[in-house]
């Protein structure tokens, strides 16, 4: 019985140590370079693992939110991969710059030209996004990675708050709080802080010379004091003199 219990408990113990031995997949993840705040531009890097043994990646589609549309797409060339953009009509036109855009990127491919990302290894495919929305916190983008062998794995599921991740997440962006004036000051509010800055310059320029002269004036004021003082004085001592004579 003993000898039973110790091979069961030793049995147990060695499942959860192979348990805890076995590394947490990786997946297709997206992170900024530096900070993707709200309302501004940022360079992300979608980082593409290989998870398989007997395979390349040799090929990856990144599918752009709907929800919260992007303007502004464009990926930077890497070595060995091939890339396509793709537009979609908007339900709704958003405006950039002044100007009203119909359309914005609803997806990038990346199709690998050689051997693609071979077992072992990652890669990174970075994209310049913009400009980010500032009514939400978060920009979910679905993936699909397909390896040399016909394999397609789907990051597709959304991860939600307060639940377990899911089996296949999808890549995420958090978003940063809007950096302070990153809106900008408009060029009539620029221009009239640079009137009255020039304005106050002119005043004090104005103002310093007033100032000198008043000093001057005082300056000199005390002077002829001093010396009217001293001319009653020696009045004073001469009339003295001729009477003692």
């Not at 309302?39 to 919260?68: I, Q």
């Not at 959304?158 to 978003?175: C, F, M, R, S, T």
């Given at each position: 019985?003993?000898?039973?219990?110790?091979?069961?408990?030793?049995?147990?113990?060695?499942?959860?140590?192979?348990?805890l031995?076995v590394?947490?997949?990786?997946h297709v993840?997206v992170?900024?370079?530096?900070?993707?705040?709200?309302?501004?531009y940022?360079?992300?890097?979608?980082k593409?693992?290989?998870?398989?043994?007997?395979?390349?990646t040799?090929?990856?589609?990144?599918s752009f939110?709907?929800d919260?549309?992007?303007?502004?797409?464009?990926?930077?060339?890497?070595?060995g991969?091939?890339?396509?953009?793709?537009?979609?009509?908007?339900?709704?036109?958003?405006?950039?710059?002044?100007?009203?855009?119909?359309?914005?990127?609803?997806k990038?491919?990346?199709?690998?030209?050689?051997?693609?990302?071979?077992?072992?290894?990652?890669?990174?495919?970075?994209?310049?996004?913009?400009?980010?929305?500032?009514?939400t916190?978060?920009?979910?983008?679905k993936?699909?990675?397909?390896?040399?062998?016909?394999?397609v794995?789907?990051?597709?599921?959304?991860?939600?708050?307060?639940?377990?991740e899911?089996?296949?997440?999808?890549?995420?962006?958090?978003?940063?709080?809007?950096e302070?004036?990153h809106?900008?000051?408009?060029?009539?509010?620029k221009?009239?802080?640079?009137?009255?800055?020039e304005?106050?310059?002119?005043?004090?320029?104005?103002?310093?010379?007033?100032d000198?002269?008043?000093t001057?004036?005082?300056?000199?004021?005390?002077?002829?004091?001093?010396?009217?003082?001293?001319?009653?004085?020696?009045?004073v001592?001469?009339?003295?003199?001729?009477?003692?004579?």
């Amino acid at each position: 019985m003993k000898v039973s219990r110790i091979a069961a408990v030793g049995t147990v113990a060695g499942t959860a140590v192979l348990a805890l031995s076995v590394p947490a997949f990786a997946h297709v993840s997206v992170q900024p370079e530096g900070t993707a705040a709200k309302g501004g531009y940022a360079v992300v890097d979608f980082k593409v693992p290989n998870e398989r043994d007997n395979a390349s990646t040799t090929k990856l589609e990144v599918s752009f939110p709907t929800d919260h549309p992007l303007a502004s797409a464009m990926p930077q060339p890497v070595a060995g991969w091939k890339v396509e953009v793709t537009k979609s009509k908007l339900d709704k036109p958003i405006e950039l710059h002044g100007e009203k855009i119909s359309e914005a990127v609803s997806k990038i491919t990346w199709t690998a030209e050689g051997k693609g990302v071979e077992p072992g290894y990652f890669q990174k495919f970075p994209v310049s996004i913009g400009q980010l929305p500032e009514d939400t916190d978060e920009l979910a983008f679905k993936a699909i990675q397909t390896y040399s062998n016909k394999e397609v794995v789907r990051w597709i599921e959304v991860p939600q708050e307060g639940q377990e991740e899911p089996e296949n997440p999808a890549p995420v962006l958090a978003l940063s709080a809007a950096e302070e004036g990153h809106h900008g000051s408009s060029s009539t509010d620029k221009a009239s802080d640079s009137d009255d800055a020039e304005a106050a310059a002119a005043k004090t320029e104005a103002a310093e010379p007033a100032d000198s002269s008043d000093t001057t004036a005082r300056i000199l004021g005390v002077v002829g004091i001093v010396v009217g003082a001293l001319g009653v004085a020696y009045g004073v001592l001469a009339g003295r003199r001729r009477t003692d004579a």
